[in-house]
């Protein structure tokens, strides 16, 4: 069965870092580009950040350059999402995604991606 599932969510203050994860079980993401979304109560889920297969090509929403990381271990079958500097308006669902075909590049768009883990909780607030 083939399977995403985020942890690493939780309350944070304003400014403080989080760490999210994205472990695959029943498939390999070697070849797999990922994609980091997040949905806030009553918006659309929006694209966060991905990463290519080979790790080399990333791309961030502007609202989250020069505070989220997202990186990926080969070898344990997992990406993460680093969080600094974060803010009360990034407060919201984060979702991991991958897509069924390889991408030399990451994409953005929530509609190309193929599997999708439950979510894990972001809360930003003093």
């Known amino acids: 069965q083939l399977q995403l599932v985020e942890s690493g969510g939780g309350l944070v203050q304003p400014g403080g870092s989080l760490r999210l994860s994205c472990v695959a079980s029943?498939?390999?993401?070697?070849?797999?580009?990922v994609g980091w979304f997040r949905q806030a109560p009553g918006k659309e889920r929006e694209g966060v950040a991905c990463?290519?297969?080979?790790?080399?090509?990333?791309n961030y929403a502007d609202s989250v350059k020069g505070r989220f990381t997202v990186s990926r271990d080969t070898a344990k079958n997992t990406t993460h999402l680093q969080m600094n500097s974060l803010k009360p308006e990034d407060t919201a669902v984060y979702y991991c995604?991958?897509?069924?075909?390889?991408?030399?590049?990451?994409?953005?768009?929530?509609?190309?991606?193929?599997?999708w883990g439950q979510g894990t909780q972001v809360t930003v607030s003093s």
């Open positions: 995604a991958a897509p069924q075909e390889y991408w030399a590049l990451c994409r953005m768009m929530r509609y190309e991606y193929n599997y």
């Open positions: 029943g498939f390999t993401l070697y070849y797999s580009a």
């Open positions: 990463i290519s297969s080979s790790g080399a090509n990333t």
